[in-house]
Protein backbone atom coordinates (compact mmCIF):
# COMPACT_ATOMS: atom_id res chain seq x y z
CA UNK A 1 0.00 0.00 0.00
CA UNK A 2 0.96 3.58 -0.34
CA UNK A 3 0.86 5.60 3.26
CA UNK A 4 0.90 8.61 3.86
CA UNK A 5 1.91 8.89 7.80
CA UNK A 6 1.73 11.95 9.88
CA UNK A 7 3.20 12.11 13.70
CA UNK A 8 5.91 10.00 12.29
CA UNK A 9 9.00 11.44 14.73
CA UNK A 10 7.09 10.56 17.93
CA UNK A 11 7.33 8.13 20.32
CA UNK A 12 4.17 5.75 18.56
CA UNK A 13 4.85 7.26 15.08
CA UNK A 14 8.11 6.05 14.87
CA UNK A 15 7.22 2.79 15.60
CA UNK A 16 4.16 2.55 13.34
CA UNK A 17 6.53 3.97 10.38
CA UNK A 18 9.04 0.98 11.16
CA UNK A 19 6.23 -1.60 11.19
CA UNK A 20 4.82 -0.25 8.09
CA UNK A 21 7.94 -0.61 6.30
CA UNK A 22 9.27 -3.78 7.79
CA UNK A 23 6.00 -4.60 5.81
CA UNK A 24 7.01 -3.47 2.36
CA UNK A 25 4.72 -0.95 2.00
CA UNK A 26 5.56 2.65 0.66
CA UNK A 27 5.41 5.37 3.14
CA UNK A 28 5.30 9.02 2.87
CA UNK A 29 6.35 10.73 6.42
CA UNK A 30 4.12 14.14 6.63
CA UNK A 31 6.65 16.01 8.73
CA UNK A 32 6.88 20.08 9.37
CA UNK A 33 10.66 19.81 9.99
CA UNK A 34 12.13 17.30 7.34
CA UNK A 35 14.90 17.32 9.68
CA UNK A 36 13.89 15.78 12.64
CA UNK A 37 13.18 12.62 10.86
CA UNK A 38 16.23 10.34 10.80
CA UNK A 39 15.30 7.67 9.41
CA UNK A 40 16.16 6.23 5.81
CA UNK A 41 15.03 3.74 3.16
CA UNK A 42 14.24 2.97 -0.33
CA UNK A 43 10.36 3.22 0.45
CA UNK A 44 10.31 6.04 2.75
CA UNK A 45 9.79 9.90 1.22
CA UNK A 46 9.26 12.52 2.95
CA UNK A 47 6.82 15.73 2.21
CA UNK A 48 6.33 19.18 3.89
CA UNK A 49 3.03 19.66 5.84
CA UNK A 50 1.08 20.50 8.65
CA UNK A 51 -2.28 19.47 10.27
CA UNK A 52 -3.17 23.25 10.75
CA UNK A 53 -3.13 23.83 7.10
CA UNK A 54 -5.60 21.50 5.19
CA UNK A 55 -4.14 21.89 1.55
CA UNK A 56 -0.54 21.20 2.60
CA UNK A 57 -1.52 17.85 4.00
CA UNK A 58 -4.13 17.38 0.90
CA UNK A 59 -1.28 17.91 -1.22
CA UNK A 60 0.98 15.74 0.71
CA UNK A 61 -1.62 12.88 1.19
CA UNK A 62 -3.16 12.98 -2.47
CA UNK A 63 -2.53 9.55 -4.41
CA UNK A 64 -1.94 7.00 -0.84
CA UNK A 65 -4.12 4.37 0.13
CA UNK A 66 -4.80 5.42 3.34
CA UNK A 67 -3.76 8.33 6.10
CA UNK A 68 -2.29 7.69 9.13
CA UNK A 69 -2.30 10.24 11.96
CA UNK A 70 -0.28 9.68 15.00
CA UNK A 71 -0.38 13.40 16.54
CA UNK A 72 -1.05 13.66 19.65
CA UNK A 73 -1.89 16.52 22.75
CA UNK A 74 0.25 18.25 24.51
CA UNK A 75 0.68 19.01 28.25
CA UNK A 76 -0.65 22.42 28.60
CA UNK A 77 -2.48 22.57 25.21
CA UNK A 78 -4.53 20.03 25.10
CA UNK A 79 -7.50 20.71 23.34
CA UNK A 80 -5.24 22.40 20.43
CA UNK A 81 -5.86 18.77 19.52
CA UNK A 82 -9.34 18.88 18.45
CA UNK A 83 -8.66 21.44 15.83
CA UNK A 84 -6.10 20.34 14.51
CA UNK A 85 -8.27 16.87 14.07
CA UNK A 86 -10.49 18.65 12.66
CA UNK A 87 -7.75 20.51 10.02
CA UNK A 88 -6.97 16.97 9.03
CA UNK A 89 -10.53 15.58 8.34
CA UNK A 90 -10.29 18.62 6.46
CA UNK A 91 -6.95 18.00 4.69
CA UNK A 92 -7.80 14.26 3.93
CA UNK A 93 -11.05 15.11 2.72
CA UNK A 94 -9.45 17.36 0.14
CA UNK A 95 -6.94 14.98 -0.92
CA UNK A 96 -9.60 12.62 -2.28
CA UNK A 97 -8.19 9.31 0.36
CA UNK A 98 -11.10 7.76 1.66
CA UNK A 99 -9.40 5.76 5.03
CA UNK A 100 -7.80 7.53 7.85
CA UNK A 101 -6.83 5.75 10.70
CA UNK A 102 -5.83 7.56 14.03
CA UNK A 103 -4.56 7.09 17.42
CA UNK A 104 -6.59 7.99 20.09
CA UNK A 105 -6.09 7.80 24.02
CA UNK A 106 -7.65 4.97 26.72
CA UNK A 107 -9.32 7.59 28.79
CA UNK A 108 -12.71 6.88 27.04
CA UNK A 109 -12.48 3.58 26.70
CA UNK A 110 -15.36 1.76 29.58
CA UNK A 111 -14.30 0.47 32.57
CA UNK A 112 -17.59 -0.19 33.23
CA UNK A 113 -20.98 0.53 31.90
CA UNK A 114 -21.45 4.27 31.55
CA UNK A 115 -18.11 4.53 33.29
CA UNK A 116 -14.75 6.12 31.25
CA UNK A 117 -11.47 4.79 32.35
CA UNK A 118 -10.77 8.91 32.73
CA UNK A 119 -13.95 9.06 35.46
CA UNK A 120 -12.71 6.37 37.04
CA UNK A 121 -11.04 7.24 40.96
CA UNK A 122 -7.54 5.72 40.05
CA UNK A 123 -6.99 8.22 36.69
CA UNK A 124 -4.09 10.14 37.12
CA UNK A 125 -4.88 14.10 37.62
CA UNK A 126 -2.00 14.99 35.34
CA UNK A 127 -3.66 13.08 32.63
CA UNK A 128 -7.12 14.39 32.73
CA UNK A 129 -6.66 16.91 30.30
CA UNK A 130 -4.81 14.96 27.74
CA UNK A 131 -7.52 12.05 27.98
CA UNK A 132 -10.32 14.36 27.70
CA UNK A 133 -8.54 16.42 24.08
CA UNK A 134 -9.05 12.71 22.67
CA UNK A 135 -12.40 11.97 23.39
CA UNK A 136 -13.38 15.37 22.67
CA UNK A 137 -11.09 14.75 19.14
CA UNK A 138 -12.77 11.71 18.56
CA UNK A 139 -16.29 13.34 17.64
CA UNK A 140 -14.38 15.13 14.35
CA UNK A 141 -13.55 12.01 13.25
CA UNK A 142 -17.44 11.29 13.73
CA UNK A 143 -18.50 13.85 11.90
CA UNK A 144 -16.90 13.48 8.81
CA UNK A 145 -17.68 11.24 6.19
CA UNK A 146 -14.41 9.58 5.85
CA UNK A 147 -14.27 5.94 6.12
CA UNK A 148 -12.56 6.60 9.46
CA UNK A 149 -11.15 4.48 12.38
CA UNK A 150 -9.77 5.42 16.09
CA UNK A 151 -7.36 3.33 17.71
CA UNK A 152 -7.11 3.70 21.39
CA UNK A 153 -4.17 2.15 22.92
CA UNK A 154 -4.75 -0.05 26.42
CA UNK A 155 -4.39 2.15 29.88
CA UNK A 156 -0.48 1.44 29.84
CA UNK A 157 1.31 2.09 26.21
CA UNK A 158 5.37 2.35 26.29
CA UNK A 159 8.14 1.44 23.77
CA UNK A 160 9.04 -2.04 24.38
CA UNK A 161 9.14 -6.00 22.82
CA UNK A 162 7.16 -6.84 19.55
CA UNK A 163 5.76 -9.82 20.07
CA UNK A 164 2.65 -9.51 17.22
CA UNK A 165 0.43 -10.82 19.85
CA UNK A 166 -2.62 -8.92 21.45
CA UNK A 167 -6.49 -8.89 21.75
CA UNK A 168 -8.77 -6.53 20.55
CA UNK A 169 -11.80 -4.49 21.42
CA UNK A 170 -14.35 -1.61 20.81
CA UNK A 171 -15.38 0.61 23.24
CA UNK A 172 -14.43 -0.75 26.18
CA UNK A 173 -11.05 -1.35 27.98
CA UNK A 174 -9.33 -4.33 27.25
CA UNK A 175 -7.27 -5.84 30.12
CA UNK A 176 -5.83 -9.06 31.29
CA UNK A 177 -6.49 -11.95 34.03
CA UNK A 178 -5.22 -9.58 36.73
CA UNK A 179 -7.17 -6.53 35.28
CA UNK A 180 -3.72 -4.38 33.82
CA UNK A 181 -4.14 -3.35 30.75
CA UNK A 182 -1.12 -2.69 28.36
CA UNK A 183 0.47 -2.71 25.04
CA UNK A 184 3.94 -2.03 23.91
CA UNK A 185 3.92 0.79 21.49
CA UNK A 186 5.98 -1.78 18.94
CA UNK A 187 3.10 -4.11 19.20
CA UNK A 188 0.39 -1.03 19.05
CA UNK A 189 2.09 -0.63 15.60
CA UNK A 190 1.21 -3.77 14.75
CA UNK A 191 -2.11 -3.41 15.33
CA UNK A 192 -2.34 -0.13 13.55
CA UNK A 193 -0.88 -1.63 10.35
CA UNK A 194 -2.92 -5.23 10.50
CA UNK A 195 -6.55 -2.62 10.41
CA UNK A 196 -4.77 -0.97 7.68
CA UNK A 197 -4.29 -4.14 5.91
CA UNK A 198 -7.20 -5.77 6.70
CA UNK A 199 -10.32 -3.45 7.90
CA UNK A 200 -12.71 -4.23 10.31
CA UNK A 201 -13.33 -1.26 12.36
CA UNK A 202 -14.23 1.18 9.21
CA UNK A 203 -16.14 4.46 10.91
CA UNK A 204 -15.58 2.72 14.17
CA UNK A 205 -13.09 3.06 17.04
CA UNK A 206 -11.43 0.05 18.56
CA UNK A 207 -8.34 -1.01 21.12
CA UNK A 208 -5.96 -3.73 21.60
CA UNK A 209 -4.24 -5.09 24.75
CA UNK A 210 -2.29 -8.23 25.84
Do not use: C
Not at 2 to 23: F, H, N, P
Not at 35 to 51: E, F, M, P, W
Amino acid sequence: MKIALIGATGTIGQRILKEALDRGHQVTAIVRDASRLTTKHDQLNVAIGDVLDPESIAKAAAGHDVVISAIGPKHGDEQALVKAVESLVEGVKRSGVRRLLAVGGAGSLEVAPGVQLVDSPSFPEAWKGIAIAHRDAMEAYKKSDLDWTVFSPAALIQPGERTGNYRTGTDQLVTDQNGDSRISAEDYAVAMLDEAENPKYIRARFTAAY
